[in-house]
Protein backbone atom coordinates (compact mmCIF):
# COMPACT_ATOMS: atom_id res chain seq x y z
CA UNK A 1 0.00 0.00 0.00
CA UNK A 2 1.76 3.25 -0.72
CA UNK A 3 2.09 6.29 1.10
CA UNK A 4 2.42 9.61 0.12
CA UNK A 5 4.81 12.32 2.27
CA UNK A 6 3.18 15.46 1.70
CA UNK A 7 5.06 18.43 3.45
CA UNK A 8 3.84 22.00 2.54
CA UNK A 9 1.74 20.75 -0.45
CA UNK A 10 4.91 19.94 -2.10
CA UNK A 11 4.80 15.50 -2.78
CA UNK A 12 7.87 14.53 -1.29
CA UNK A 13 8.11 10.98 -2.21
CA UNK A 14 6.18 7.74 -2.12
CA UNK A 15 6.62 4.87 0.25
CA UNK A 16 5.84 1.32 -0.43
CA UNK A 17 6.28 -1.35 1.77
CA UNK A 18 9.00 -3.92 -0.17
CA UNK A 19 7.90 -7.85 -0.27
CA UNK A 20 10.96 -10.13 -0.17
CA UNK A 21 10.29 -13.49 -1.73
CA UNK A 22 12.36 -16.47 -0.86
CA UNK A 23 12.27 -18.69 -3.36
CA UNK A 24 13.94 -21.21 -1.56
CA UNK A 25 11.14 -21.03 0.97
CA UNK A 26 8.22 -20.06 -1.64
CA UNK A 27 7.31 -17.69 1.26
CA UNK A 28 7.01 -13.70 1.47
CA UNK A 29 8.73 -11.35 3.49
CA UNK A 30 8.18 -8.13 4.32
CA UNK A 31 10.79 -6.12 3.77
CA UNK A 32 12.26 -2.40 4.78
CA UNK A 33 10.40 0.68 3.51
CA UNK A 34 11.49 0.97 -0.39
CA UNK A 35 11.23 4.46 -1.35
CA UNK A 36 10.34 5.41 -5.40
CA UNK A 37 9.52 8.93 -7.51
CA UNK A 38 9.00 9.64 -10.73
CA UNK A 39 10.27 13.27 -9.42
CA UNK A 40 11.30 14.16 -5.55
CA UNK A 41 10.94 17.79 -5.21
CA UNK A 42 12.15 18.55 -2.10
CA UNK A 43 11.81 22.43 -1.79
CA UNK A 44 10.90 24.81 -4.69
CA UNK A 45 13.68 26.13 -7.02
CA UNK A 46 15.46 28.82 -5.69
CA UNK A 47 14.52 32.37 -6.78
CA UNK A 48 17.11 34.25 -8.24
CA UNK A 49 16.62 38.01 -8.84
CA UNK A 50 18.51 37.73 -11.81
CA UNK A 51 17.35 35.54 -13.71
CA UNK A 52 15.00 36.88 -16.69
CA UNK A 53 11.89 35.54 -14.94
CA UNK A 54 12.33 38.44 -12.74
CA UNK A 55 12.99 41.67 -15.01
CA UNK A 56 8.75 42.50 -14.27
CA UNK A 57 9.04 42.45 -10.59
CA UNK A 58 12.78 44.77 -11.27
CA UNK A 59 10.59 47.02 -13.19
CA UNK A 60 7.77 47.17 -10.63
CA UNK A 61 10.31 47.40 -7.73
CA UNK A 62 12.47 50.90 -9.51
CA UNK A 63 8.71 52.58 -9.72
CA UNK A 64 8.45 53.17 -5.90
CA UNK A 65 9.35 56.38 -4.54
CA UNK A 66 12.92 56.94 -3.79
CA UNK A 67 11.95 59.44 -0.83
CA UNK A 68 10.37 56.26 1.08
CA UNK A 69 11.85 54.11 3.28
CA UNK A 70 11.72 50.43 2.45
CA UNK A 71 12.02 47.67 5.09
CA UNK A 72 11.99 43.96 4.09
CA UNK A 73 10.39 41.38 6.09
CA UNK A 74 11.01 37.37 5.46
CA UNK A 75 9.27 34.44 7.12
CA UNK A 76 12.01 33.56 9.85
CA UNK A 77 11.59 29.63 8.52
CA UNK A 78 11.96 29.95 5.32
CA UNK A 79 15.74 30.04 4.16
CA UNK A 80 14.68 30.91 0.48
CA UNK A 81 12.70 33.91 0.72
CA UNK A 82 15.28 35.07 3.27
CA UNK A 83 17.84 35.02 0.73
CA UNK A 84 15.56 35.78 -1.97
CA UNK A 85 14.30 39.34 0.56
CA UNK A 86 17.83 39.51 1.02
CA UNK A 87 18.24 39.98 -3.08
CA UNK A 88 16.01 42.07 -3.48
CA UNK A 89 17.07 44.45 -0.77
CA UNK A 90 20.54 44.54 -2.28
CA UNK A 91 18.49 44.94 -5.76
CA UNK A 92 16.67 48.41 -4.15
CA UNK A 93 20.32 49.80 -2.71
CA UNK A 94 21.88 49.76 -5.64
CA UNK A 95 19.39 51.59 -7.24
CA UNK A 96 19.28 54.40 -4.72
CA UNK A 97 16.55 53.27 -2.56
CA UNK A 98 16.55 53.93 1.28
CA UNK A 99 16.38 50.21 2.69
CA UNK A 100 17.43 48.84 5.91
CA UNK A 101 20.48 47.48 6.43
CA UNK A 102 19.26 43.62 6.61
CA UNK A 103 16.39 41.84 5.81
CA UNK A 104 13.70 41.72 9.05
CA UNK A 105 12.56 37.98 9.88
CA UNK A 106 8.98 37.35 11.32
CA UNK A 107 6.96 34.55 12.26
CA UNK A 108 3.47 34.63 10.40
CA UNK A 109 2.24 33.24 7.49
CA UNK A 110 2.90 35.05 4.82
CA UNK A 111 0.94 35.05 1.23
CA UNK A 112 2.68 33.76 -1.45
CA UNK A 113 5.56 35.72 -3.25
CA UNK A 114 6.20 39.19 -2.74
CA UNK A 115 3.56 41.89 -1.36
CA UNK A 116 4.03 45.54 -1.06
CA UNK A 117 2.33 47.30 2.41
CA UNK A 118 2.25 50.83 3.02
CA UNK A 119 2.83 51.45 6.97
CA UNK A 120 0.86 54.38 9.03
CA UNK A 121 4.21 56.46 8.83
CA UNK A 122 4.33 56.68 5.20
CA UNK A 123 7.38 53.75 4.89
CA UNK A 124 6.89 50.49 2.71
CA UNK A 125 7.12 47.10 3.50
CA UNK A 126 7.94 44.56 1.60
CA UNK A 127 6.91 41.00 2.66
CA UNK A 128 8.79 37.79 0.92
CA UNK A 129 7.13 35.31 0.96
CA UNK A 130 7.53 31.13 0.41
CA UNK A 131 7.88 30.80 -3.70
CA UNK A 132 5.16 28.33 -3.61
Do not use: C, Y
Request: charged letters at 25%; a neutral charge; hydrophobic letters at 40%.
Amino acid sequence: MKQLVVAAGLLLLSVEPSIAQDKALGQQQAGPQKITAGTANIRPAKRVLADPQWAELKKQLLIFPKDKHISIVAISEDAEAQDFAEQIRKFLKENGFEVDDGVSEAMFKPPQGVVVRNKTDGSLELIIGPSQ
